[in-house]
């Protein structure tokens, strides 16, 4: 039969070991976004992706791959992506890092929160402007923020190489894409980033998707319904 979820779990962080990279992905609540931590196992140090819920959750596998929080980063600012990230910072002292090009989304969250019928949960402002193309070490593991916008104005993609993976947020999602109906987005712009940041990237590039099931960007490149190579 088939390997159960927590089988498929350990092995996909088994293998991710063996690349030299700790990553684990799971969904978490309001709306199922998908959050990433991504570890160096020689410095044990970790960066926390679109913590959009259950605080306590992440919080606690973190601790059971013993590793230890540096920054916490968002894909972009829409509420289900960082609905937890206030406690995360509470807990680990970790910056909050997004784009500024999303610093107005960011000033918006209790009037997302209203408008999706979510509890409000205040949460402190960015500590640090990512920019595009920058480098976020995670002890000796490197994550390159790429600027992706089209769901949002500040989207942004986190390529992490030594990995051979993506965490694209909600601008790439299997066989589609992100909404462009929602605040601050934008077609062409979604297009663009695709085409021309994303689907640059090795054929084998694993791609963490904002909610869903991963993908692969050769796969994309041949059957997304939305973007073509």
């Excluded at 910072?89 to 909050?96: C, E, P, R, S, V």
Aim: proline residues 7%; aromatic residues 6%.
């Amino acid at each position: 039969g088939l390997p159960s979820v927590a089988d498929r779990t350990n092995l996909a962080l088994a293998c991710f070991l063996m690349r030299g990279l700790i990553r684990k992905t799971f969904s978490v609540p309001p709306l199922g976004c998908n959050c990433s931590i991504i570890g160096d196992p020689v410095s044990q140090q970790a960066i926390v992706v679109d913590p959009g819920g259950a605080a306590e959750r992440i919080l606690r596998e973190v601790r059971e791959l013993g590793l230890t929080v540096t920054r916490i980063l968002h894909t972009h600012a829409h509420f289900d992506h960082f609905l937890a990230s206030g406690e995360m910072k509470n807990a680990t002292g970790a910056a909050l890092c997004l784009h500024e090009d999303d610093r107005e989304l960011w000033g918006m969250l209790e009037m997302q929160c209203r408008a999706f019928g979510v509890p409000y949960v205040p949460v402190p402002p960015p500590d640090y402007w990512l920019t595009d193309e920058e480098k976020v070490p995670v002890g000796q593991v490197t994550a390159i923020a790429l600027h992706t916008p089209g769901h949002t104005p500040g989207s942004m993609s986190f390529h992490v190489p030594e990995g051979g993976v993506v965490l694209a947020g909600d601008t790439l999602f299997r066989g589609s894409i992100g909404r462009t109906d929602l605040w601050g987005g934008d077609f062409d712009a979604i297009e663009r980033s695709i085409r021309d940041r994303l689907y640059t990237l090795d054929d084998s590039t694993l791609v963490v998707t904002g909610h869903g099931p991963e993908t692969e960007i050769g796969w994309e490149k041949q059957r997304n319904q939305f973007v073509r190579a």
